[in-house]
């Protein structure tokens, strides 16, 4: 069964202070890694989808990189209303001919402090 | 374009009631997929449909089960709930059953069973 682990739990950093997350995975076969941000109470926003190794993708202070073993995001410069939980998934097998499953690691919570 | 919505916000139930959440998908998506999520933990994936077919489903009990309407529009119903079913429950639409697509996220319901 596909598994996802991300590090650290928990990431505190003050304003301006570039740090990266880390998300590492055991697939049968990689069909791509999504990332999402997660505030409070609400649903995951839609952040990046890296496909194969060495894909690299930039969103503001974000950026997400992929290996045949784990993906980072690292954060530049990062501003408090960056706070948030950052969750990492990756497509798996649902049964039949259905991929369309996402497993999900358990989240970093990101606090930024002014 | 109008981005996924649920309903109700907030639901508070006992243990032995039944529950119905709703999920409109966003425009133009034809799949629609429904995941719990736990304090402090990633979504875990229950199912997913397809043009209105059960298209995957995740290791949940068969007392979960859903319905996709014409308009792609789906429920999801819970019966005989037990107090581990509180949790946020996450709806998720996407063009096509295919693993490469984004799934979008609603901003979902939080159930409580006392």
């Known amino acids: 069964e596909d598994q996802v682990t991300q590090s650290p739990e928990a990431l505190r950093l003050q304003e301006g202070e570039s740090s990266s997350l880390n998300c590492s995975y055991t697939v049968s076969g990689l069909r791509g890694l999504f990332w999402y941000r997660q505030d409070p109470g609400k649903g995951p926003e839609f952040l990046f989808t890296l496909y194969s190794a060495g894909e690299e993708k930039e969103k503001e202070r974000l950026k997400a990189t992929l290996t045949k073993k784990e993906s980072f995001l690292h954060i530049t410069a990062p501003k408090p209303e960056d706070s948030a939980t950052y969750l990492c998934?990756?497509?798996?097998?649902?049964?039949?001919?259905?991929?369309?499953?996402?497993?999900f690691g358990q989240g970093t919570i990101l606090t930024v402090h002014p | 374009e109008t981005g996924v919505t649920q309903s109700p916000t907030h639901l508070i139930k006992t243990r032995g009631q039944q529950v119905t959440l709703r999920c409109s998908s966003q425009?133009?998506?034809?799949?629609v997929s429904w995941y719990q999520q736990a304090l402090g933990q990633g979504p875990q994936f229950i199912f997913q449909?397809?043009?209105?077919?059960?298209?995957g489903r995740g290791n949940f009990p068969p007392r979960f089960s859903g319905l996709q309407f014409p308009n792609y529009s789906s429920e999801l119903n819970v019966n005989a709930l037990e107090l581990d079913d509180s949790a946020l429950y996450l709806c998720?639409?996407?063009?096509?059953?295919?693993?490469?697509?984004?799934?979008?996220f609603g901003p979902g319901t939080r159930l409580t069973v006392l």
């Open positions: 425009s133009g998506h034809n799949t």
């Open positions: 998720a639409s996407s063009g096509s059953g295919a693993h490469t697509d984004t799934q979008y």
């Open positions: 449909y397809y043009r209105e077919e059960e298209n």
């Open positions: 998934a990756v497509p798996s097998y649902a049964g039949g001919t259905s991929y369309g499953k996402l497993t």
